[in-house]
């Protein structure tokens, strides 16, 4: 009879954020996949556990998900657990969830801290529908496509960010969604745990400022305020760009892009009203 596989979330930052039931399971398999063994040790350690500990990350995942797979088939019990959060959500182990459950073994999870849930549940945006991306792409124009592609989802989005790219991205946000309203949240759950809201140029300058921007990222952006074919007159979307700080010139670009008219085009059109 195959044994069962575990998948198991672990804390995202404060090592108290795992359950009863997730230390109850470390402690009885005979085995843990983890992606580094020395972070994954820090928590056993804390909690008094002791069990053989097996690499399974992205570079060794396809050799190791079947040496796994043959241990579960005879009998073993082993839990995958990620460095921090819920293993699979933007980690790897898909490939062996997806051997084990073709193979007839039972993957039991055992839920827990997800930084995904957590920045949206305290983010102050709506949380009705969401779409998860994942980590944007690094290079400018493949993250401009990928934003375009959902610039009608009518949900936040939700996003994982490096921090040495937030800002270009934060750019990226304006240029290509508008002034929608955006949230980040920096090191969740950790002594320097921190969240920022506001407008997306206005977020954008506020962190330039900074001599450095440190931490992991979970980066959520507003729902459209303004639906395809709705949207507010010329004049008032402008008006509302410069009292929310946005430079004269970006808020003119901004409701041309939204409208589908050059700059010019709005220019004229602003001045005639005036």
């Known amino acids: 009879m195959s044994g069962t596989l575990y998948v198991v ?89 997806a051997q084990a459950r073709a193979h007839g073994v039972t993957v039991s999870p055992i839920p827990g801290p997800s930084a995904l849930v957590s920045a949206l549940s305290a983010s102050g945006l709506a949380t009705d529908s969401f779409f998860f991306g994942g980590f944007l ?13 959902m610039k009608g989802y009518p949900a936040t989005l939700v996003f994982y960010e490096a921090p040495h790219r937030i800002l270009e991205t ?28 506001g407008e997306v140029s206005q977020l954008r300058a506020a962190l330039a400022q900074r001599p450095s921007i440190k931490g992991e990222i979970t980066l959520m952006i507003g729902k459209s305020d303004s639906p395809a074919g709705d949207l507010m007159p010329m004049e008032a979307a402008f008006d509302r760009l410069l009292e929310a700080g946005m430079p004269r ?26």
């Open 9 to 97: 979330a672990t804390p995202i930052g404060n090592l108290e954020d795992i359950t009863l039931r997730a230390l109850r399971i470390l402690r009885e398999v005979d085995q843990i996949a983890c992606e580094d063994t020395r972070q994954t040790r820090k928590l056993l350690d804390r909690h008094g556990i002791s069990k053989p500990l097996v690499s399974y990350h992205e570079h060794n995942e396809h050799a190791r998900a079947g040496e796994l797979l043959r241990e579960l088939e005879a009998g073993k019990n082993i839990a995958v657990v990620s460095d921090a959060g819920t293993p699979l959500i933007a980690d790897p182990g898909y490939r062996l969830v």
């Open 170 to 197: 934060l750019e990226d946000i304006g240029e290509v969604l508008g002034p929608r309203r955006v949230t980040v949240a920096r090191e969740l759950t950790k002594i320097h745990e921190e969240f920022l809201s």
């Open 137 to 149: 792409p690094a290079k400018t124009t493949q993250r401009r496509k990928t934003l375009e592609q």
């Open 249 to 274: 010139m970006e808020a003119m670009k901004t409701v041309a892009r939204e409208r589908g008219l050059s700059k010019r085009e709005v220019y004229e059109k602003l001045a005639e009203k005036k």
